[in-house]
């Protein structure tokens, strides 16, 4: 049998706390798996490793967890096509409709990814700009004159 830890225990054993948890599920990006019979909140190993899942895209992508929501739901489609597609009596009709439900999920990820890669990528242009000018400003205070 899987281990259930209580709210305290999983906040602990991912470094957040029970409040971030409780957030995130508001958010729908956690819900936990399992509930005590008075309703307290049980969470599984799944659980803690979407926990650090969203850690690492909070990382990656910022504290935008509008965007990461965007990305969890996208690997839960892909999981669930990835599931049915190896399922049995899966007919090729119905393979061929998964793979291009897999193909458009992983293009809007890709989008995603495409923002926030432009975002940082204007943002180091407008960081190259002015290290120039400062550079140039630098140069011009250093020279004798």
């Known amino acids: 049998m899987t281990q259930l830890l209580s709210i ?6 991912t470094g957040l706390t029970p409040r971030t948890l409780r957030y995130y599920e508001q958010r729908g990006l956690l819900f936990p798996s399992a509930h005590s019979t008075g309703g307290a909140r049980r969470y599984t190993p799944a ?3 979407r926990l650090a899942r969203i850690r690492s895209l909070a990382e990656l992508l910022g504290a935008d967890l509008g965007q990461i929501k965007k990305v969890l739901d996208g690997e839960d489609r ?3 096509i990835r599931a049915e597609y ?3 009596g899966v ?3 119905r393979e061929h ?3 291009v439900q897999a193909l458009a999920t992983r293009q ?3 989008a995603e990814v495409d923002t926030k890669v432009a975002a940082l990528q204007d943002m180091r242009g407008q960081l190259l700009q002015r290290i120039e ?3 140039r400003r630098l140069g011009r205070a250093e020279q004798p004159g």
């Open 108 to 110: 809007a990820l890709l």
């Open 78 to 80: 892909l999981e669930g």
């Open 91 to 93: 007919t090729p009709e």
């Open 86 to 88: 190896h399922s049995d």
């Open 133 to 135: 000018r400062l550079e």
């Open 8 to 13: 305290g225990a999983a906040a602990e054993a």
């Open 97 to 99: 409709e998964l793979l």
């Open 47 to 49: 659980d803690l490793e």
